[in-house]
């Protein structure tokens, strides 16, 4: 055992390896991917904006400063003593995503933002990450075991889902889901539940596009319900009922429910040439914006359609198709595999986190970013509709952006608490 001076000496020596190496501590993969996206993000939005009268993408830059400083503040704070304030923080957001129903500022046909001190704050892109905590809290404290075990995490969530579809902000709500199915798979649900709780989805899909599809559909949802559910008899009934119910509610809601510029984004995306003009313009032009960078691209700030701003909301929702014209395959392949190498590294911290709120945490943040990157870019070559969801890093999005690093600094407080799994027997969190 190190006697009293022996320890003081190797406290001293450590602090002076991390004085002379002040990274030491810094997990280099999950900050330097994200800051190397901002640099170039910067420069992209800068060349979408040459021909405006204005300029705010040195704004995207301080903004990843200051969301830097807010998650190496998280960094040192243990999750697990955060998600211990999950319902004071449950409710600060809820007021805020009600507040901006009462005074909230409409832009582009939709109420999601409140203007605190001149600045426009979007509550739907904070409640993203305290869906997380509450679901990565409710879920370490009550895995799913049985299908009932699924109606506490369903009903927590659904708040939030229902107070961001209103505004309406569609693809923030499908945030939500993806969220919720991945984080209940980590925390033990089988499979199968998982393709079942999809299934509604699919089924509204084929009603919608392919109706005899259904045909073989149903019968599959039927077979996987007898083969995985506990209550076979009753399961089969629900299952079979649920998806008949959606495929015969889905004209309803498609006139009903859906405003009519999420039907156009649903229906264009197919086949954008039937209105080149409007509601397939964008499309349209971000293909042909991302297919004129070729291999190698035109160059930074050398874009033509760029220039002349031929794809609307480019600096946010589009921001690839600036990065496929000027940066080409070669570029846009760079960052793509930068985001995979991003989600290896997240998965790893998942994996190798000390309790199971940590673990859940860290999946869900992954889920986050990885489910807006492949929307995202898939909407933007036109292998997806228009969901108006941003691209982690790049899209110019003052909020976006904070949440985006408060959710890295959650990681890496788990990353640097982590370092094995917990021994046979340990009591996780």
Known sequence: MLSLDGRNRSLFARRERSRRRPLAGVDLLLWGIPLAMIALAGILIASTQRQADYADWYQHWITAAAGLGIGLLLARLPVDRLVRWQWPIFAVTMVSLVAVRVVGTTALGAQRWISIAGFNVQPSEFAKLTAILMLAGV?????VERPVDLVRPSALISLPWLLVFIQPDLGTSLVFGAVLLV???WSGMPGGWLLLLLSPLATAILAGTLP??????IPFTAWLAWTSLPWKRLGLAIVVGVQGFF??????LWLNVLQDYQRDRLALFLDPAKDPLGGGYHLLQSTVGIGSGQLWGTGLMRGSLTKLRFIPEQHT???FSALGEETGFIGSVLVVAGFVALAWRLLHIAGRAHSDVESLVVVGVGTMLMFQVVVNINMTIGLGPVTGIPLPFLSYGRSAMLMNFMALGLCASVARRGG???RPGQTRW
Not at 139 to 143: E, F, K, S, Y
Not at 247 to 252: E, K, L, N, S
């Open 183 to 185: 984080m209940l798979f």
């Open 420 to 422: 094995g799994q917990p």
């Open 317 to 319: 929702d589009f921001i």
């Open 139 to 143: 879920l370490a404290r009550h895995p």
């Open 247 to 252: 495929a015969a509610i889905t004209p309803w």
């Open 212 to 217: 005899w599809g259904l045909l073989g559909w």
